[in-house]
Nanobody
Framework: VQLQASGGGLVQAGGSLRLSCAAS??????MGWFRQAPGKEREFVSS????????YYADSVKGQFTISRDNDKNMVYLQMNSLKPEDTAVYYC???????????????WGQGTQVTVSS
């Protein structure tokens, strides 16, 4: 069982990126995105329930990022718009259940994809 994140890159402030997470083998009730900037702890970004009917966002990205999933394809996406330099981090997708904002609720993690936003 693996998660493979992709779609990161270098973008100018105000630009957009779409991250993808491919799950092989299965998918999980909760799929989440977290990010970790240099010297900082990994932080919650967004999560989505199995049906996609419940989505959650960190206050810092509300209205800016949109999470979605396609269970038929075992894919989760994070559309990131109006990117800011402070969004620069390694972004990780994760699968699990429980309290969606806690890293401990996720038992499988992807390898991360680097997002760099230049000013």
């Amino acid at each position: 069982v693996q998660l493979q994140a992709s779609g990161g890159g270098l973008v100018q402030a105000g630009g957009s990126l779409r991250l993808s997470c491919a799950a092989s083998g299965r998918t999980w009730y909760s799929m989440g995105w977290f990010r970790q900037a240099p010297g900082k702890e990994r932080e919650f970004v967004s999560s989505i329930s199995w049906s996609g009917g419940s989505t959650y966002y960190a206050d810092s990205v509300k209205g800016q990022f949109t999470i979605s999933r396609d269970n038929d394809k075992n894919m989760v996406y994070l559309q990131m718009n109006s990117l800011k330099p402070e969004d620069t981090a390694v972004y990780y997708c994760a699968g699990g259940s429980g309290n969606y904002w806690k890293t401990s609720s996720y038992n499988v993690w992807g390898q991360g994809t680097q997002v760099t936003v230049s000013s």
